[in-house]
C-alpha cells in the first residue's frame, strides 16, 4: 500500500497551488485521509483532514480560509488546493492514510494515522 503526492513547485507570496495524492495496493473507501506538513527544521504536523465521505473536514487554525482538502474515491485520489499561500507555508506535504477510523469523522490526530506518502516540497518565496 503506497501515497504518492505531487504537484508542489516554487511560487511566490499570494499564489495558489493544487496538491494531488494518489494511493495504490488498495482501496481507499472508508479510509480517513490528511495532509501533513513538515517545514525546515520542525516537526511534521498535520494541515487538513477529511472523512470517509468527505462531510467533514478539518483545517489547522493557520490555514483556515486558505486551504480546502476533498477526494475522489473512485480514483484514490486526495487533494489539497491552496490559496493565498505565504512564506510560512513552504514544507514539504505528504498525504496520510488512517485505515483504523471507525467513523465517518476527519481526525485531526497525527498519532493515528498508519501511512504516509513521499512529500512534495512546496516553496514560497517572499
Known amino acids: 500500500v503506497q501515497l504518492q503526492a505531487s504537484g508542489g513547485g516554487l511560487v511566490h507570496t499570494g499564489d495558489s497551488l493544487k496538491l494531488s495524492c494518489v494511493g495504490s495496493g488498495r482501496s481507499f473507501r472508508r479510509v480517513a485521509m490528511a495532509w501533513f506538513r513538515q517545514a525546515p527544521g520542525k516537526e511534521r504536523e498535520i494541515v487538513a483532514a477529511?472523512?470517509?465521505?468527505?462531510?467533514?473536514?478539518w483545517y489547522v487554525d493557520s490555514v483556515k480560509g486558505r486551504f480546502t482538502i476533498s477526494r475522489d474515491d473512485a480514483r484514490n485520489m486526495v487533494y489539497l488546493e491552496m490559496t493565498s499561500l505565504k512564506p510560512e507555508d513552504t514544507g514539504v506535504f505528504s498525504c496520510?492514510?488512517?485505515?483504523?477510523?471507525?467513523?465517518?469523522?476527519?481526525?485531526?490526530?497525527?498519532?493515528?494515522?498508519?501511512?504516509w506518502g513521499q512529500g512534495t516540497q512546496v516553496t514560497v518565496s517572499s
Open positions: 496520510a492514510a488512517d485505515f483504523d477510523a471507525w467513523a465517518d469523522y476527519a481526525n485531526e490526530r497525527p498519532d493515528e494515522y498508519d501511512i
Open positions: 477529511i472523512s470517509w465521505t468527505g462531510g467533514s473536514r
